[in-house]
């Protein structure tokens, strides 16, 4: 069974830095695109960052660009999220998410359950 459990999330000052990770089982995490999403109270999710499988493509939102990092560790099924100069709009509740690709033209998605990151003074 596909299980994601995210964690790191906590209350940080305005420039402050965070790492939220990601814990992955029930499928194989090396063959799985990962992602960041995010949900800010009366807004809808947004994707944070991406990575594939292979690790060679990696993507960020515009507005965390030059300031989050996302990686992935394929040998404790774990994916991270560094967050630096973190700002109080990046306050929100971060999710994580699996693509699963059993066909060619057939993917699924799989989220955890989010964890809350607070940027105020």
């Known amino acids: 069974q596909v299980q994601l459990v995210e964690s790191g999330g906590a209350l940080v000052q305005p420039g402050g830095s965070l790492r939220l990770s990601c814990a992955a089982s029930?499928?194989?995490?090396?063959?799985?695109?990962m992602s960041w999403y995010r949900q800010a109270p009366g807004k809808e999710r947004e994707l944070v960052a991406s990575?594939?499988?292979?690790?060679?493509?990696?993507k960020y939102a515009e507005s965390v660009k030059g300031r989050f990092t996302i990686s992935r560790d394929n040998a404790k099924n774990t994916v991270y999220l560094q967050m630096d100069s973190l700002k109080p709009e990046d306050t929100a509740v971060y999710y994580c998410d699996a693509k699963i690709r059993p066909l060619r033209d057939v993917s699924f998605d799989y989220w955890g359950q989010g964890t809350q990151v607070t940027v105020s003074s």
């Open positions: 990575i594939q499988s292979s690790g060679v493509s990696i």
């Open positions: 029930g499928f194989t995490f090396s063959s799985a695109a």
